[in-house]
């Protein structure tokens, strides 16, 4: 039964998005060789702690003043920062990962308006039984920095704030890395929702009583594409799934690929293309795009400690 005066739940929708799945594949371009399959162990001078921390600053300003062809004044600004801490020993490996978002836009009289707003924590440690197959446990939390608003016409409704929504997800399964390139992780989870006010993303449409937070169990999938082309252009891509068992149009996807080429010591180019869907929140999938230049500097350089 539906509650009443809930909104009817539409069948929802995945369509093809071919620049996603491009950009997925590409560690099938990159296949592991047997030679890579039978690479010796780490080197003794890669144990330890790797630290990497990059940001990001991207502006963007255009002022127009009696201009008879029209358009309006903006202001652009995003700040993304990233960072790495890994450490590798002969029989396992404990990777962590950071990667943060947040920017605002101001068009014309109207007020500031956030663009980008991410946080993104990611703690993984993988078993060193064989080169290519290893159990693995990780955890995986998402959430904002400040309130997100939907706008119509004059007027602007609050859907989210920070831990407000947040997710947790924890797995424990088995890796596949048959390169540097590209790793597939698959196994079994539990993802947590938390919610405080937007009550949503955890709230079941078809009960009474409105829940806050939401467990649910399930099988997850993740799969990582990093390939350096040259020395100055990086393709990033990942692909998350989670599926509570309760049928293919209920698995929850996250997929985010950035392509990065390195202009200067100082400046970046980025293209990031991020493809979400929820039949809890849209029966409909979401998209977003950026594409930003901007000036960057690294805090933390990769050498083992």
């Known amino acids: 039964m539906r509650r009443p005066g809930a909104p009817a739940r539409h069948r929802p929708r995945l369509p093809f998005v071919p620049l996603l799945a491009l950009t997925s594949l590409a560690g099938l371009v990159f296949p592991a060789s047997p030679l890579a ?13 790797h630290r990497q921390a990059v940001g990001q600053l991207n502006l963007t300003q255009v002022t127009l003043d009696n201009w008879s062809q029209g358009g309006e004044s903006s202001v652009a600004w995003q700040l993304t920062g990233a960072a790495e801490f890994d450490y590798l020993q ?8 950071m990667k943060l978002g947040y920017g605002r836009t101001k068009l014309g009289d109207s007020d500031f308006r956030k663009s980008i707003d991410e946080i993104r924590l990611e703690s993984v440690v993988t078993g060193g ?16 920095f400040s309130t997100g608003y939907k706008y119509q016409d004059s007027t602007r409704t609050a859907t989210s704030a920070f831990f407000d929504p947040a997710y947790f997800t924890e797995s424990l399964g088995l890796a596949y890395q048959p390169s540097k390139v590209f790793v597939e992780r698959v196994g079994a989870a539990v993802k947590e929702t938390f919610t405080n006010r ?5 709230d079941n449409p078809a009960t009474p009583k409105v829940e806050k937070n939401k467990v649910e169990g399930g099988i997850t999938s993740e799969s990582d594409v990093n ?29 985010q690929s950035t392509l990065t080429v390195q202009l200067s010591k100082y400046v970046n180019f980025n293209l990031d293309v991020r493809l979400l869907y929820d039949s809890t929140v849209s029966p409909r999938r979401q998209l977003k795009q950026s594409l930003a230049l901007g000036l960057t500097y690294a805090f933390l350089t990769d050498t083992p400690h």
């Open 227 to 255: 390939a350096k082309f040259q020395n100055n252009v990086l393709l990033t891509s990942k692909l998350e799934l989670f599926s509570n068992l309760k049928g293919w149009r209920r698995t929850d996807v996250n997929w």
């Open 198 to 202: 937007y009550n949503m993303y955890a």
């Open 37 to 49: 399959a039978q690479s010796p162990p780490v080197p003794a001078d890669s144990l330890g702690w």
């Open 129 to 144: 039984a064989t080169r290519l197959v290893n159990p693995f446990v990780s955890l995986i939390a998402l959430t904002q």
């Open 90 to 97: 002969p029989k396992y490996a404990w990777t962590n990962s």
